[in-house]
């Protein structure tokens, strides 16, 4: 499937470094997600994005930090993050906000 | 908020087998889907059911909205069926740009050879 892509797909960061994770989705679709899922807990969903303006922050802590330059592209920004922060993070898009989503293959993020 | 339950949590077969998996959800739905997580984590689309009966080769869903519930079928399993399987709905109230996907927390299935 390479609807949405996602970079890196693996990453390992210490808890005083920054970095970025990269969404971007070949579908033509306008609404974009960012989903968090951690051993033993279902998908949580952290940012909605429709037409490049955030829509939901879902009480997600200030170290992460999304940016959605234009409708195919996601980024999320880490920084400071804490070793209960590892986990597999993943990418989704619809066409607009309440329609099919389709996923990416996740970055699997681990901190030290 | 809604709450999405999936039964069974683990589900152990052998290959040829068929499996019924269910997804209970606690209020009314806009959106239903069901996806197969690979062990590599790729989230793979199956059904966009809200409602009704659709079926894509050896996999079938019914979602019977009134009642609160969906099943996924898969018959005569393969080994390559193996990994987690979601429900994920949007809750029936939720306003135009604020709808999102709630995630049972899935059923694990292993086919044996």
């Known amino acids: 499937e390479t609807g949405v892509t996602q970079t890196p797909r693996h990453l390992v960061m210490g808890m005083t470094n920054k970095k970025s994770l990269k969404c971007e989705q070949h579908l033509g679709h306008n609404a974009m997600y960012w989903y968090k899922q951690s051993a033993k807990k279902p998908l949580e969903l952290m940012f909605v994005?429709?037409?490049?303006?955030?829509?939901e922050n879902n009480s997600v802590p200030s170290r992460f930090s999304p940016e959605c330059p234009n409708s195919s592209h996601l980024f999320l920004h880490l920084h400071t993050l804490q070793p209960e922060d590892s986990a597999l993070y993943l990418c989704?898009?619809?066409?607009?906000?309440?329609?099919?989503?389709?996923f990416g293959p996740g970055t699997r993020l681990t901190v030290l | 908020g809604i709450q999405v339950e999936q039964s069974p949590p683990d589900l152990i077969l052998q290959e040829g087998a068929n499996s019924t998996l269910r997804c209970n959800f606690s209020d009314s739905v806009n959106n239903l889907q069901w996806f197969h997580q690979n062990p590599w984590g790729q989230l793979i689309n199956l059904f966009y059911i809200p409602s009704g009966t659709k079926q894509n080769g050896r996999l079938s869903a019914t979602t019977v909205a009134t009642e609160r519930y969906s099943l996924l079928y898969i018959s005569s399993s393969q080994t390559t069926d193996s990994g987690v399987y979601f429900c994920a709905v949007e809750d029936g109230r939720s306003n135009f740009g604020n709808e999102k996907l709630t995630f049972g927390t899935g059923t694990r299935l292993t086919i044996i050879p």
């Open positions: 989704a898009s619809s066409q607009q906000t309440g329609y099919e989503q389709f």
């Open positions: 994005y429709s037409l490049e303006e955030r829509v």
